[in-house]
């Protein structure tokens, strides 16, 4: 478990969610390719861009608030209980514990070119989606790629795979809804700006050239508890899925 912890917060009710690469469970490279893509944003934007702390960077592999709301510090205690209507954590990663340590997807960042490779995001190209601005958040999104490096829907079927845990992803609203993407936040922007649009599209390009690699082992992945969407380290509670385990 990780992060300290101030005990007026720790006070409060949390929710619960399935993150990857947070913190230092960040493999090797990805903090450099990182933060390489934010030092490009505020070479073009200035102060229009603010880059998130690099440990709080992370992937949220899918959201557990369906269980419910627990609180600190008995928070792991209530995630490994079951029964009740509530979702089964501990079944959730002793699978995945399993099936990531058995084939770990390869997930690849950059290196997507602006045409049509199978897979789609939202149902727009991978190129244009690999660097983009939600409301005022900076996404960056990486997807699994096969042996032959075409990317693949394989974070889709994992993260409906755990329907059977009672856990839905929260953009499984249709039957027919996908979501195959891996998705980092790494900074906020300052709206309105006019060359917003420019740098994202450049830096778009750039990335389109530069990829990156690395594996999604179960050791990646973290449970954490929080009362802030963004998960700073300081107030956000996490443990590994093997602390799961029956």
């Known amino acids: 478990m990780t992060g300290p912890k101030s005990p007026g917060r720790d006070e409060l009710d949390r929710h619960a969610t399935l993150v990857a690469f947070y913190a230092e469970s960040k493999p090797s490279g990805l903090g450099d390719y990182v933060g390489g893509v934010q030092r490009r944003l505020v070479e073009l934007l200035g102060g229009l861009f603010q880059p998130r702390p690099m ?3 992370h992937a949220t592999i899918i959201g557990l608030e369906s269980f419910g709301r627990v609180q600190p510090p008995h928070d792991l205690t209530e995630l490994r209980a079951s029964g009740s209507g509530r979702p089964d954590i501990a079944g959730l990663c002793a ?27 939202r149902g727009q190209r991978l190129y244009t989606r690999t660097l983009t601005a939600n ?3 900076v996404i960056l999104m990486g ?5 032959s490096g075409q990317p693949t829907e394989e974070l ?3 993260r409906r795979d755990l329907q059977k845990f009672g856990v839905v992803h929260r953009y499984h609203k249709q039957a027919h809804d996908r979501d195959p993407d891996l998705y980092l936040v790494i900074g906020r922007l300052k709206q309105g700006d006019p060359s917003e649009t420019a740098a994202l ?6 990335l389109s050239r530069a990829t990156f690699r690395t594996p999604l082992p179960p050791d990646a992945l973290r449970v954490a508890t929080y009362d802030d969407t963004d998960l700073p380290l300081s107030t956000t509670r996490v443990w590994p899925l093997t602390d799961f385990l029956r």
Not at 101 to 117: S, V, Y
Not at 201 to 206: S, T, W
């Open 55 to 57: 440990p709080d960077v």
């Open 95 to 121: 699978h995945l514990n399993t099936t990531l340590g058995q084939h770990p997807p390869q997930i690849q960042f950059g290196g997507f070119p602006n045409r049509d490779l199978g897979v789609t995001s």
């Open 135 to 137: 409301a005022n958040q």
């Open 143 to 147: 997807w699994p790629v096969d042996e």
């Open 156 to 158: 889709e079927r994992i």
């Open 201 to 206: 599209e450049a830096i778009r390009l750039e």
